[in-house]
């Protein structure tokens, strides 16, 4: 701190210089989000065991019956392994430098392709509000992505006929919300508390790595997620973004 003084020593202004505590705090944060992504890692090594394990039993199977379809479980369950592998390499890929770029313009790309590929559930967008944000953008796009599929399943698994998603972007006053809801199967107290945890799924042949973007987002966009769901009615998922 830099005191300055009038002639009768009485101190009329004090500087503090903050930026050993400014670059301190941006390198602590740098470490809890490294640290995280630490643990994320051990998770995914953890993560792998599931599909080993799946694959062995089924060889196994086949040594003892020699029926063909397991062969065709074994080269199902190869194909799970590896797609496990590629998703887990694209989650630790170096972060690209950061830039601006239209969420509104982001999520229309991306509910078209979803309406392509499930012509039978209804998508809706509302745009209150029109978002330039600041980012990595192909990791927003997957954790949007992500919380997307996450409702078509939930939809496909009530298989209802009357599947719909809706996307809501609204403008706060210190941040902006970007709000998903479906109307599917819903989640019960346990499926919400595990949201977030890594690798956590209840489809058979998930990887449950998709929630892992989804942390990834909140940790290097400093987001926030909110989960809000009745079990056979429906779940809100909130994506709060900083301003």
């Given at each position: 701190q830099v005191n300055i003084t009038d002639q009768n020593n009485f101190i009329i202004l004090a500087i503090n210089d903050v930026t050993n505590y400014n670059k301190l705090k941006r390198s602590l944060e740098s470490a809890k989000r490294f640290a995280r992504l630490g643990e994320i890692l051990a998770d995914a090594a953890h993560g792998l065991k599931t599909p080993i394990a799946r694959l062995k039993m089924v060889f196994q199977m086949y040594e003892i019956t020699r029926?063909?379809?397991?062969?065709?479980?074994?080269?199902?369950?190869?194909?799970?392994?590896?797609?496990?592998?590629?998703?887990?390499?694209?989650?630790?890929?170096?972060a690209k430098e950061k830039k601006e770029f239209n969420v509104n313009i982001l999520i229309d790309t991306i509910i078209y392709r979803f309406k392509e590929a499930y012509p039978n559930i209804r998508f809706m967008v509302e745009n209150t509000t029109y978002i330039n944000t600041v980012g990595d953008e192909w990791l927003c796009k997957s954790a949007i992505i992500n919380i997307l599929q996450n409702s078509v399943d939930a939809i496909l698994m009530k298989?209802?006929?009357?599947?719909?998603?809706?996307?809501k972007i609204l403008e706060k006053k210190k941040n902006y919300?970007?709000?998903?809801?479906?109307?599917?199967?819903?989640?019960?107290?346990?499926?919400?508390?595990?949201?977030?945890?890594?690798?956590?799924?209840?489809?058979?042949?998930?990887?449950?790595?998709?929630?892992?973007?989804?942390?990834?987002?909140?940790i290097f966009q400093n987001a926030k997620l909110h989960v809000n769901s009745i079990k056979n009615k429906g779940t809100i998922i909130?994506?709060?973004?900083?301003?």
């Amino acid at each position: 701190q830099v005191n300055i003084t009038d002639q009768n020593n009485f101190i009329i202004l004090a500087i503090n210089d903050v930026t050993n505590y400014n670059k301190l705090k941006r390198s602590l944060e740098s470490a809890k989000r490294f640290a995280r992504l630490g643990e994320i890692l051990a998770d995914a090594a953890h993560g792998l065991k599931t599909p080993i394990a799946r694959l062995k039993m089924v060889f196994q199977m086949y040594e003892i019956t020699r029926e063909e379809e397991y062969l065709l479980q074994i080269e199902k369950e190869i194909e799970n392994i590896e797609k496990f592998i590629k998703e887990t390499l694209e989650l630790f890929r170096e972060a690209k430098e950061k830039k601006e770029f239209n969420v509104n313009i982001l999520i229309d790309t991306i509910i078209y392709r979803f309406k392509e590929a499930y012509p039978n559930i209804r998508f809706m967008v509302e745009n209150t509000t029109y978002i330039n944000t600041v980012g990595d953008e192909w990791l927003c796009k997957s954790a949007i992505i992500n919380i997307l599929q996450n409702s078509v399943d939930a939809i496909l698994m009530k298989d209802s006929s009357e599947g719909c998603i809706i996307v809501k972007i609204l403008e706060k006053k210190k941040n902006y919300k970007i709000m998903f809801f479906d109307n599917g199967i819903g989640m019960g107290k346990r499926e919400k508390e595990q949201f977030l945890k890594p690798f956590f799924t209840t489809k058979e042949n998930g990887t449950g790595i998709g929630t892992i973007f989804l942390e990834k987002l909140l940790i290097f966009q400093n987001a926030k997620l909110h989960v809000n769901s009745i079990k056979n009615k429906g779940t809100i998922i909130s994506l709060i973004l900083e301003k």
